[in-house]
């Protein structure tokens, strides 16, 4: 078996129908298996997924929420592939993306793990796609709003390059590495994980990679960032990491540090409280108060059915054939029977600024995604 793709759901049934679709596409050449671990989901993803893809994948239904590194890790140890792809529900891959990346890693040997491309929701490229080693004076530099070099951002995009970490929304892994440095640290329940595994895998003598390949990151539809419980657990993993790995420094530099995660975590929470007293006195922004505009381009038979379900939903709507008129828009949804995944995410990061929010439509499964809402 080449290769391995694992999934971990949590209540995002149509984002990782999306998903599964786009690797299905960019695997058709590839021995590949699909394993995909629901976590306790609570939307009826279990009984949506096995309906629409049977065999096709291997479903592993949780009864509880363990959490992204011990969900796959469970997954890992069942899957059989020379090479294991890590990948979060809420993206989707161009069709080329693995096998680019596969072919890169044969090609180096000392290649522990390679990340790619991630652009955002609006096309834009998501800077987290290289990260370097968040040491004491690196993260300390970063939560004091100098991030230049956390992103690592004297490399170029568009060559591939050595990085430290690689973001586990998308995280290709030699299965021989794995088996040398360890799985996933299961003290980590949510974020943290990536970026222990990029640090173990170049104590172990390898490398960590970018690769110049692009996929879409809706950067958070698999969780609730709006919560306090998120607040929570991502301070809680970045301490967790600081203490496992440099905890044995001297008190005048880990203080600092601790310090400076617990301030950045207690100016998080009051943010988001204050948010959310303005919206229960009915104070909302400008933004929540308008009502998106949306610009469907594709088939005349795809925009016809696009045209009944934005009558039925009362949507501000657009139609264009042509992928080079489009009216001005703040989603901009393509016909993803028409176009390929690949040239969905290289036209829309090639839109001139404001950027539009990416949508899908397809006629197969007549659900319109979007970053912000699901429309049936």
Known sequence: MKLSVIIVNYNVRYYIEQCINSVLKATKDIETEIFVVDNHSHDGSVNYLRRHFGERINLIESNHNLGFARANNIAIRQSQGEYVLLLNPDTFVGEDTIGTVLRFMDEHPQAGGAGVHMHNSDGSTARESRRGMPTPWVSLLKMLGFSRRYYMSHLPWDQPGQIDVMSGA??????????????????????????????????????????????????????????????????????????????????????????????????????????????????????????????FVGSKHTLSKCRKLSLRKGLDARFASNIDKIEPCDILVYDADTYSFADIIAHASSRPSPLNQIGTYSCHTHVLITPREIIL
């Open 170 to 295: 998308f995280m290709m892994l030699r299965r021989s590495v794995l088996d040398q440095v360890g799985l996933l640290d299961e003290d980590f329940f949510m974020y943290g994980e990536d970026i222990d595994l990029s640090y173990r895998i170049l104590k172990g003598g390898y490398q960590n990679w970018y690769v110049p390949v692009p996929i879409v990151h809706y950067k958070g539809e698999s969780t609730q960032k709006s919560s306090f419980r998120y607040v929570h657990v991502f301070y809680q993993a970045m301490l967790i990491f600081f203490r496992k790995h440099y905890g044995h420094l001297s008190l005048l530099v880990t203080l600092p540090i601790k310090t400076a995660i617990y301030a950045r975590a207690l100016v998080a929470l009051l943010q988001m409280g204050y948010w959310r007293m303005r919206r229960s006195l009915g104070f909302t922004s400008r933004r929540e108060r308008t009502v998106p505009v949306y610009s």
